[in-house]
């Protein structure tokens, strides 16, 4: 798509490498973070993760306010409430979030209350909301795949209405993204995929989308080619910490990618699967992938085409003739799809999650055509046409 003018912005430091954690208390003090909190979930503190995160702070003399260890998978804003509570008795000065998506969308929404003051979260919900600084905030991502530790949104849920409440702003994005491989080593196979997977597609979605740009490309392919070469690595290797890291890596630049170009019809879908039937979003991400680029062909056949390179890689790529380029695109996710589900069990279809009832199917689509991520898709859905998706993906 050709447009002259676009906005690309990425204020996260990263820190990334073997040691990468080692480095947390210099980067705490240039930013006069003295007695951080950590926020975590139980499973990340069960799988010791915690350990060589407290280790390096005691290295470097930095005392902890405490650890938050009940982060649950949908987290809401009593948890929110709760984790502020403790910040403000312990006199914390900063947070170090470890986990995935819900306790990083925690740790940013606890951040709003603590520097801003006051315990209504809703009242900075939407777009616009926050006008200053926030405290610092850094963030040792376990998983692969949300990419949230470089983007400027938070997703939590009211407690009173049950609504998923977004919040965005560029003053949620953390000051620091620390990249450590030690950080998903404990990643069992079938998450590794699925978290792969959800970074593949905030990839795909960037590049081929409607506000898609020269920077935000160039995140875009290296993270397909990032996530082509290691995640078979990784599952063949998974005490690998040299592949572990580069996984990471790519996941890392399809956050970047996404949080400045937007994801699509994909996600519109996947968050409103997420919604109903509490199937994983990166599992719903790879259901959906192969069937929305399918309904985009039409009008994103060239763009659809380009993947094709860092997908399958150059010798492929220039073997194939430009007209089979797209079809063979979507032929290689499948492929690579059908290898996760013998290697890790990763569902390809709805009724192989065996969490999705064909009785939901028009729920689904209903919700999908409310979402905002639609609006950068390149080709509108109607509900007919969102329903007629989810039967082919069934």
């Known amino acids: 798509m050709s447009r002259n003018y676009y906005e690309f912005f990425n204020p996260v430091k ?16 240039s930013l006069g973070v003295r007695k951080p909190l950590i926020i975590t979930d139980g499973g990340v503190l069960q799988a010791g993760l915690v350990e060589p995160v407290k280790q390096a702070l005691l290295v470097g003399e930095v005392p902890l306010a405490g650890i938050y ?53 809703l009242a900075y919900s939407g777009v616009g909301a926050l006008t200053k600084r926030l405290k610092p905030l850094f963030i040792l991502p376990t998983t692969a795949g949300t990419g949230s530790e470089v983007t400027k949104v938070a ?29 998903t080593l404990t990643l069992p196979p079938h998450i590794t995929a699925a978290t792969a ?45 040299d592949v572990r890291l580069k996984l990471a890596e790519s996941a890392t630049m399809a956050g970047i990618a996404f949080s400045n170009s937007m994801v699509g019809l994909v996600h519109a879908i996947g968050h409103s699967i997420g919604a109903i039937t509490h199937l994983p979003h990166g599992v719903c991400m790879s259901l959906m992938l192969p069937y929305v680029l399918e309904y985009n062909l039409p009008k994103c056949e060239a763009v659809i085409g ?38 890790t069990g990763l569902p390809r279809t709805l009724s192989e999650s065996g969490k999705v009832q ?25 509900y007919e046409q969102v329903l007629a998706l989810l039967r082919a993906a069934w």
């Open 14 to 29: 990263i820190v990334s490498g073997n040691e990468a954690l080692e480095h947390m208390p210099y980067e705490m003090a």
């Open 306 to 343: 380009e993947l094709l390179l860092p997908l399958a890689g150059a010798d492929f790529y220039s073997r194939t003739p430009a007209g089979q380029r797209p079809v063979e695109a979507i032929m290689y996710i499948r492929a690579m799809r059908d290898e996760l589900f013998e290697k």
């Open 69 to 121: 260890s009940d982060v649950p998978p949908d987290s809401s804003t009593s948890v929110v409430s709760a984790i502020t509570q403790l910040y403000r008795e312990n006199g914390a000065d900063g947070i170090i979030a470890i986990g995935g998506g819900s306790v990083i969308d925690t740790s940013k929404a606890v951040n709003i209350l603590v520097s801003e003051g006051g315990n209504d979260l």
């Open 155 to 183: 997703v939590i849920r009211d407690d009173a209405s049950g609504r998923k409440v977004p919040y965005g702003s560029s003053f949620l994005m953390p000051d620091v993204a620390v990249l450590d491989p030690r950080m």
């Open 197 to 241: 997977m959800d970074a593949l597609t905030h990839a795909v979605e960037a590049f081929i989308g409607t506000a898609k740009n020269p920077l935000s490309d160039a995140y875009a392919v290296a993270a397909i080619n990032g996530i082509r070469e290691n995640l078979l690595r990784v599952l063949a290797m998974p005490e690998s910490k």
């Open 358 to 382: 064909e009785s939901q199917l028009e729920d689904i689509a209903r919700m999908s055509i409310d979402d905002g991520a639609q609006l950068y898709n390149r080709v509108d859905a109607s």
